[in-house]
């Protein structure tokens, strides 16, 4: 009996755990502008550690996007996550008509405009790291 019940836990956490981690895989726009700041800080962090990691280890296929990247991960290295997600948040804010794209290329276009630009600066709050 205890089998039974101990078997019945387990499945229950993993159908509950299984469903929260496949919702978190994949979060559209809608999903971003609607949650809270600290999911959009986790998001956005995410997406930027991701590509860091993934360029320095030369994992992108192509040397030109591996070359864009590094770039705008080293830009965006000089700011608060806080910072990135204002910045990510503002573009994609002016954009919604390019919220059906993947937002992780989204993250990438963005945080590249402010790049070029040079609007990046390091924020005084480092608190927010």
Known sequence: MKQHVLCGQ???LA???GSALA???YMSADD???GSQQERWGFVQGVYDTYGAMARL???ADPKLTAAVKSITDCAAKVS???LEQTF???LD???DRWNEMMPALFLEAIGVQCAGSNITRTQDASAN
Request: hydrophobic letters at 50%.
């Open 10 to 12: 387990v499945l229950a």
């Open 15 to 17: 159908l509950f755990c």
């Open 23 to 25: 919702a978190e895989a």
């Open 32 to 34: 971003y502008m609607m």
């Open 58 to 60: 030369g994992r992108i």
């Open 81 to 83: 996550v806080n910072e």
């Open 89 to 91: 948040t503002t573009w």
């Open 94 to 96: 002016s954009n919604p």
